[in-house]
């Protein structure tokens, strides 16, 4: 019996030298995989694993809650590939969105989580939603609004543009402060689509605006939705001397 114990823990201490002693079991190579916004070396310094590390000394769950923490990582999964290779795979947080506060530009991702806050000129191809005033917002956590259903409906919008494959058109999507929503294009249309209670719908017609602007080569040019079953159509310079 005594032999046995003996044998037991012999085994036990050479299985454990084996494990968190021996070369053979430490980490020689880090494999980041789904990554696009950001640097791979920034996925392995939050991981906190080393080079010559044991592989097996250290616990995964740990890992992947640590690479949570960066703001654009949605979801990370860690796994040992064979004995000294770790495998990491990070599922990113798009941009989807930025608004302005208070002279900065608050980047948000589909789900309303803050990414990162920018100072200085907005240079980027993401709509800019207008019109929405922050209660409280830290980068990593959601966005909370004190408007929040005008920022609900923004985003509302900003899905039906995508299902009708024209959100990369949109510049700007303003809110007013009687709920009325107006969409800017890159190329300078301007569309007042008024009170919205079917984005779906609202987009849809939009979209055959355009599309029949864009035949006609027809730009800065001001379309009024803003009364169901009629559109109209004005040039800006028009408007700017009706409104002075």
Known sequence: MIATVVLLLTIGSLLYFLIFHSKLFRVKSLQVEGIDQIEEAVIVEMSGIDYNDQSFGFKLSDIEQSIEKHPYVQTASVRRKNFNTINIVVREREEYA????????????????????????????????????????????????????????????????????????????????????????FNGVEALLGFIDNPAYSVLALKEALITLHTRDMRDVIIDMRYEGHITVRHRSRQEVEDD
């Open 98 to 185: 930025i608004i302005p506060y208070m002279g900065s530009y608050v980047t948000l991702d589909e789900n309303k989580f803050v990414l990162k806050v920018s100072d200085g000129i907005l240079e980027s191809n993401i709509c800019l939603i207008t019109g929405i005033e922050f209660s409280t917002f830290r980068i990593g956590d959601q966005a909370q609004a004190e408007n929040i259903e005008s920022l609900d409906t923004a985003y509302q919008v900003l899905g039906a543009a995508r299902e009708a494959d024209i959100l990369d058109m949109i510049s700007e999507l303003n809110i007013g402060q009687n709920g009325e929503i107006k969409i800017v294009t």
